[in-house]
Structures are given as C-alpha cells and as structure tokens.
C-alpha cells in the first residue's frame, strides 16, 4: 500500500539527548513536511522540504534539523535545544512543493508522540 | 504564523443529528482541504476542493467551496458514534510551499 510510515510510534528522550524520527514515503512525493501538535492545538509547521537536498525552516524550527539525503526519507532530529519537546510530531506530503498549488494534497503519516523523561 | 479560523471549536450532538461546520479566512485560497483526527493518530484526508462555489460529497460528508475563495464548510448527515474526533480545515498559501491549517473543530457524539 502506498503511504506514510512514521517510527516509533512512542519516542522517549532523557535530558539533554538528541532523538531521531523517522518519516518514509512510497508515494513518489516531491515535497515532505514536519508538524509539531501540543495537547488541544492545531499543527505547527517545524520545517519542509520541496526536494531532495533542500529544506526550509517552518514557523517554529528552534532546537530542531532535518535532512533529505533521499526523495523517501525526511528525518527529523530533535536535539537538546529543544527545551519543550514533549509533543505529537506528524509527517506530512504533497506531490510537490511548487509555487503553482492548484490540484495539491497533503497526506499525513500516524505520528510520534516523543515524551521527556 | 497565520491560521484559519474554524467554528464552532467544539460541539455535542446526539446520534443521527447534521453537523455543520466552517472555516474563514482573510485571504483568498485555491484550495480548500478537509482532514478528520482520531485521538493519538495522523489526519486523514476527508474532502479536497480546487474550485469556487464547488460541492463535493464524501459519503455522508458534504463539503462546499465559497464562492469568495475565503471560506469553506463541512456537513456531516446523521452523525454516528464513529464521527467523533477534531476536524481540520486546511490550504496550501498561494505564492509559498506551506499548507496553513484551521484551528480546529472537536465533535463529540452522543449516543
């Protein structure tokens, strides 16, 4: 089945450790997005990609990086800058990142939940 | 960052009511999108609309495009125990890569 996977489903993070999620699509997807979700709230964009090898930072990318090394793969680093990380992370794509936005959706993956220990 | 306005944020409703909800903007959107949240779980995709004034059924869900490109509805027809979780309207921001998201409906059903 094409789709969105998101691993782990859980993620748990000691202090001052930097965790890795992960964020894999078969949909032949051009362009792939982080969201932040905190209890009650709407998504908050961390950081997009419109292609391989290039990515820009969303609305609230302090303490967090990513990489697209591959047109599948989208990781996302929370790393110990990020103060606050306790939150629902979801992993987003559209066909593709252009200006021309007509025809476009946005698929979602089943999200990380990253709890602080 | 910018944000769709949905109303209400959140509603109680017995089985086998309509449900009507909206989303507004201060901008013009090409788009309008239509996602359902189960608890604990990713947005799934309910309704896509690319064109003013455009009606589009989904099942019981039915979804309108406003004619002035500024705001959206969603209806559900005789609501099920199964209809419960928070909907979300969305749009990719003309001019950008960013898909802006409303803030929300939640629904609650009761049986």
């Known amino acids: 089945d094409g789709g969105i996977t998101q691993s782990p489903k859980y993620l748990f993070r000691k202090e001052g450790q930097n965790v890795t999620l992960s964020c894999e699509q078969n949909?032949?997807?051009?362009?792939m997005y982080w969201y932040r979700q905190d209890p009650g709230q709407g998504l908050r964009l961390i950081y997009y990609?419109?292609?391989?090898?290039?990515?820009q930072k969303g609305d609230i990318a302090e303490g967090y990086s990513v990489s697209r090394e591959k047109k599948e793969s989208f990781p996302l680093t929370v790393t110990s800058a990020q103060k606050n990380p306790t939150a629902f992370y979801l992993c987003?794509?559209?066909?593709?990142?252009?200006?021309?936005?007509?025809?476009?959706?946005?698929?979602f993956g089943p999200g990380t939940r990253l709890l602080v220990l | 960052g910018q944000q769709l306005n949905q109303s209400p944020q959140s509603m109680f409703i017995q089985e086998g009511e309509d449900v009507s909800m909206n989303c507004t903007s201060s901008?013009?959107?090409?788009?309008w999108l239509w996602y359902k949240q189960d608890p604990g779980e990713g947005p799934v995709l309910l309704i896509a609309?690319?064109?003013?004034?455009e009606l589009t059924s989904n099942g019981r869900l039915t979804a309108q495009f406003g004619i002035t490109r500024k705001d959206s509805f969603l209806n559900i027809s005789a609501s099920i125990p199964s209809d419960v979780g928070i909907y979300f309207c969305?749009?990719?921001?003309?001019?950008?890569?960013?898909?802006?998201f409303g803030t929300g409906t939640r629904l609650k059903v009761l049986a």
């Open positions: 987003a794509s559209s066909r593709r990142g252009g200006r021309e936005s007509r025809q476009e959706t946005q698929y």
């Open positions: 949909l032949n997807h051009d362009a």
């Open positions: 990609s419109q292609i391989v090898n290039d990515f």
């Open positions: 901008s013009i959107f090409n788009t």
């Open positions: 609309l690319y064109k003013a004034g």
């Open positions: 969305a749009g990719p921001t003309s001019g950008t890569y960013k898909y802006i």
